[in-house]
């Protein structure tokens, strides 16, 4: 192959993946602009920046708890993602560090089984979830939202295959040292898996924000509404309020975009890297 030809071919799929990049920014690049422009330039469109930037829209949903409590919706969005995070992630490891570095009879199969869920569409469980919460006492409590989740298959299997990766030697030096099995997890394990582990908390903190079938369904009250729900309903009601509208999104957008752009580098690398080697 020419020499040319091997230097155009990245160029040329660099060119492709910036074109894709835009077509998929150019939407949520257009509800952010348009947020910011007043009632007529949103019914009147000349460009896609606004001509005369207001921050009315976000005044008049913020300046109004009773009739539109997303602060309260934002809060509950903000404490079910973060506990629901810390809860899979710490669930997760524990699991994939049993089956990936302990001897335990059956771990193979009870590998298998995990594994096999995540072939089970999260729909079919809704029923016998809802049932099992009633019982409880859970239903329209933010615990109903928290719990069910920390058994994730999907982080037993991206920490297990990490786990793996981490070289015997470092256990078996810090058992020498006195380190229990505890210890060994936590000072040796945990350390070298922290790009996955960090992978597992952005993935599941970007899900539980943005569930919205979940909450539609456990929930009842609307002082517990997540962020995708009061969204939804607000929109329901607002329907002919393009920027009020518009300016909710962007308030529900802001905090998962926010936490995506400051660790994507820990995201890439939480699937680039498979571990350290010997």
Known sequence: MPRRTQKLRPLAAELFLAIAAALF?????????TAFKPDSEILRFTTPWPVTPTLRHFREILSSPD?????????????????????????DALAAYALSRLNLPGKKTAFAAIIATMMVPGQILLVPMYLILNRLGWI??????????????????????????????????????????????????????????????????????????????????????????????FQSSYSNEYGLTLAASVICTLPVLAVFLLFQRQLVAGFALSGIKD
Not at 25 to 33: C, D, E, G, H, T
Not at 71 to 87: D, E
Not at 185 to 192: A, Q
Not at 224 to 233: D, F, K, R, S
């Open 67 to 91: 009739e539109i409590p997303i602060g309260r919706w934002l809060i509950n969005s903000l404490l079910v993602s973060s506990l629901t995070t810390a809860l899979v992630v710490s669930v």
């Open 140 to 233: 329209d409590t933010l615990t109903a939202l928290i719990v069910p989740p920390a058994g994730n298959a999907f982080g037993v299997f991206l920490l297990h295959q990490f786990f793996k990766a981490v070289p015997r030697d470092l256990e078996e030096a810090a058992a020498i040292d006195g380190c229990s099995l505890w210890g060994i997890f936590r000072h040796v394990i945990l350390p070298n898996s922290w790009h996955a582990l960090a992978a597992l908390a952005i993935f599941t903190f970007i899900g539980s924000w943005n569930d919205f079938l979940g909450p539609l369904v456990y929930l009842d009250s609307v002082d517990h509404y997540t962020l995708p729900v009061g969204i939804a309903m």
């Open 25 to 33: 920014l150019l939407p949520v690049a257009l509800i952010f602009l």
